[in-house]
């Protein structure tokens, strides 16, 4: 049983396109982390929330973290071929725990 | 800082023999995990430390093991390699509070 369920799992989509990509459990979480990893390399960090409702914005990314702290959204607005890669959401089910991974969502953005 | 450095970055391995994969952070992290990740997958946890001379096992530890004598090396080894164990590794370790950092990742082949 996944613990992090990620949708959808591939997505290519045109340039200058928005999409959201989801992150849902049925556990809460105290912290919610998102990830991009490009082939042939470990994932990067791109944001961490950790309260309910809270939303991240990080130029044209923007993240939200449920009320109930068991799920979570990326959007991303007016995407561009730079934004292609692997998406990964990843949980902490209590602070300093280990984290849980998503599947990733393989974004592709064609010019 | 280098971050988290990884060694090698591929190798292949017959069914049978055996090899450690090194890692190393110049971060003072005392957090370190190693995770394995298969095509189109999310990451898996194998093994984790929480300091020098404390590790634990993650989901997936079965055929590997891992030590931590010092802060900065985590190595992860493989006493008799089989073909389920092709993977890309991930070296991993954070501070308390914050993202975790991932090394480049190991491509190792079992034939």
Same mark, same amino acid.
């Given at each position: ?31 919610? &982390?998102?990830?991009? &990893?490009?082939? #042939? ?25 449920? $009320?109930?702290?068991? $799920? ?10 730079? $934004?292609? #890669? ?17 599947? #990733? ?7 | ?17 055996? %090899? ?6 110049? %971060?003072?992290?005392?957090? %370190? ?7 189109? %997958? +999310? ?9 020098? +001379? ?19 090396? *985590? ?26 950092? *991932? ?9």
């Amino acid at each position: 049983t996944q613990l992090l369920e990620q949708s959808p799992q591939f997505l290519s989509i045109q340039e200058g396109e928005n999409l959201t990509v989801y992150c849902n459990s049925s556990s809460v979480f105290s912290s919610l &982390q998102w990830y991009r &990893q490009e082939p #042939g390399e470990g994932p990067v960090l791109l944001v961490t929330v950790v309260t309910g409702g809270e939303v991240k914005k990080l130029k044209r990314l923007t993240f939200q973290f449920g $009320d109930a702290r068991k $799920d979570s959204s990326l959007h991303i607005t007016a995407a561009q071929p730079g $934004d292609t #890669g692997l998406y990964l959401c990843a949980g902490e089910r209590t602070s300093g725990s280990r984290l849980t991974f998503g599947e #990733g969502t393989q974004l592709t953005v064609n010019p | 800082n280098a971050g988290v450095t990884q060694t090698p970055k591929f190798r292949i391995l017959k069914i049978g023999q055996s %090899m450690t994969l090194q890692c190393t952070q110049d %971060m003072n992290h005392n957090y %370190m995990y190693w995770y394995r990740q298969d095509p189109g %997958m +999310g990451l898996k946890l194998i093994y984790y430390s929480v300091g020098a +001379g404390i590790t634990d096992k993650g989901e997936v530890p079965n055929g590997y093991n891992v030590s931590r004598s010092t802060t900065e090396d *985590f190595p992860l080894r493989l006493e008799l390699a089989a073909p389920s164990q092709t993977s890309v590794y991930f070296c991993a370790s954070k501070h308390s509070n914050y993202g975790y950092t *991932f090394g480049s990742g190991t491509r190792l082949t079992v034939v």
